[in-house]
């Protein structure tokens, strides 16, 4: 079944087209990577995706619904930035656990929830801490954790969630990103 289709999607900035007539589909359980050079429009795509930016142009499709003018909270979309976008006077904790507090998730499933993100990731030693007490790779996979806790987001966009990492840390968490 196809998850998502982008059909003709433009995005301009002013005069700049930063997406051109974009096409392109995704099924059910398949993992798209957008490779291109700095500035071709792959975060442009998937702010668009993710209801953060309006299309200019075009039509998206996810799971066969055109949410092209849906706002992001009618997505059920995760998104993991570059710029990791945490929340700095939330704790690590907080921060991961945010989209389940909206759900308004018990208690105790939240903090198993985090739990075990946290270790998977390798920062359950630093759930209390602040944003600004972690170094760049840990602030990355707080923002990486914040995407992967929300397990019911109908699709998760990724915005190079990895390349702060150490490359034995990178090569074990694409493997938890597959799942």
Same mark, same amino acid.
């Given at each position: ?31 798209? +990577? #957008? ?5 071709? =429009? $792959?975060?442009? @795509? ?8 309006? /299309? !200019? ?62 270790? +998977? #990731? ?5 759930? =209390? $801490?602040?944003? @600004? ?8 996979? /707080? !923002? ?36």
């Amino acid at each position: 079944m196809e998850k998502l289709r982008l059909e003709k999607v433009w995005k301009y900035y002013g005069k700049v087209e930063a997406v051109k007539e974009l096409n392109l589909s995704c099924e059910e359980g398949e993992i798209l +990577v #957008l490779l291109g050079p700095s500035g071709c =429009g $792959k975060t442009s @795509t998937l702010r668009m995706v993710a209801g953060l930016e309006k /299309v !200019s142009r075009g039509d998206m499709y996810l799971n066969g619904e055109n949410i092209t003018h849906f706002p992001p909270q009618k997505r059920n979309v995760a998104m993991a930035f570059e710029d990791y976008a945490l929340y700095p006077p939330l704790t690590v904790s907080e921060n991961i656990s945010f989209p389940l507090r909206v759900k308004k998730l018990s208690k105790r499933d939240i903090n198993k929830k985090v739990k075990r993100v946290a270790e +998977v #990731l390798r920062i359950d030693d630093v759930l =209390g $801490k602040l944003p @600004t007490q972690l170094s760049g790779g840990q602030q990355q996979r /707080v !923002s990486l954790a914040r995407a992967l806790v929300k397990e019911e987001a109908t699709l998760s966009l990724m915005d190079e969630p990895i390349s702060h990492l150490d490359a034995r840390l990178r090569n074990e968490i694409r493997t938890e990103i597959k799942r």
